[in-house]
């Protein structure tokens, strides 16, 4: 299914994957709708991309505000939930109330946009989830992101049988490099050291190579019920 006049509403899309992604399927002629909480980043995203792009402001947090502003948008071919914050720190040490956040945004928000979104969302469309590698690939201080990946992941599963013909699948990013300016020089530098290492690729993935995959997800007409892992090869 080409892209080109669909209308596709990406939570967390001012930055990130989320940002790449907006920017390939305006190239590819789609319509987009981008939220997130601050105003400003969303007005500049919305200008670094250009014609083919609109904005809200939007806490997934809050269930009437999904149901508002997914009201107000729609109708709608495609959703893209990439809200999330991030959350880590030993088992023992993290706070509950620290991992229930994490919860509240990157599950229960994926979760009632979802909800909301399938009374605007064509049935020929598509609902695209974010996992995380964290779930098959465990890392010590990351339990709280295996948890809530592994929860998305489950519900990806349902939701493409339930939901259908409405196709429903999710993206399990590995590490994609979204931290530049956002940490020191020092530790970024290191963490692309560390992750190089690591992975076969031998770098981190980009926002691009993320976003590539996610809109494959959303063009392939015989995919759902899937979590494709994007990871350079661990
Ligand atoms: N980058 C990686 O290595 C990696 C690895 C595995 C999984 N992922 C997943 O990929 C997805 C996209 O992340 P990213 O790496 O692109 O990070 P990102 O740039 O930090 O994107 C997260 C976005 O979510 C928004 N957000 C946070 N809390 C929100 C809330 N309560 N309501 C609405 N919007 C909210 C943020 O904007 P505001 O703060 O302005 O609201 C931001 O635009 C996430 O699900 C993340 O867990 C990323």
């Known amino acids: 299914m080409s892209l080109s ?9 001012a930055t990130g994957i989320g940002l790449a992604t907006t920017r390939l ?7 987009v709708v981008i939220t997130g909480r601050t105003e400003a980043t969303l007005k500049a995203a919305a200008e670094s991309v250009g014609p083919g792009v609109e904005y809200r402001v939007l806490d997934v947090t809050d269930p009437e505000a999904v149901e508002r502003v997914l009201a ?36 229960w ?12 969302i064509a049935p020929d469309g598509s609902i695209l ?12 201080g990351f339990s709280g992101f295996a948890a809530v990946n592994g929860a998305v992941e489950g519900l990806v599963k349902a939701l493409a ?6 196709r429903v699948n999710a993206i399990s990013p590995g590490q994609i490099d979204v931290f530049e300016g956002r940490w020191d020089a020092e ?18 993935g ?9 809109l494959y997800l959303l063009e392939n007409t015989f995919t759902t019920g899937t979590t494709l892992d994007v990871d350079g090869g661990k």
Not at 25 to 31: F, I, L, S
Not at 208 to 213: F, K, L, S, T, W
């Open 5 to 13: 006049g669909k209308r596709i509403v990406i939570t967390g899309g």
């Open 25 to 31: 399927a305006v190239e590819r002629g789609a319509q």
């Open 72 to 107: 107000a948008v729609g109708p709608f071919d495609h959703l893209v939930t990439g809200a999330a914050e991030i959350v880590a720190g030993p088992f023992v040490e993290l706070p509950e109330a620290d991992a229930r956040s994490l919860f509240e945004t990157k599950f």
């Open 109 to 120: 928000g994926q979760y009632r946009a979802a909800k909301a979104a399938v009374a605007h």
């Open 129 to 140: 989830f974010f996992s995380g590698y964290l779930y098959r690939k465990a890392e010590a």
């Open 161 to 166: 049988i339930e939901l259908a013909p409405l």
């Open 187 to 204: 530790s970024h530098a290191k963490y692309r050291a560390d992750v190089s290492a690591a992975l076969p690729a031998g770098r981190p």
């Open 206 to 214: 980009t926002p691009e190579e993320a976003a590539h995959a996610v």
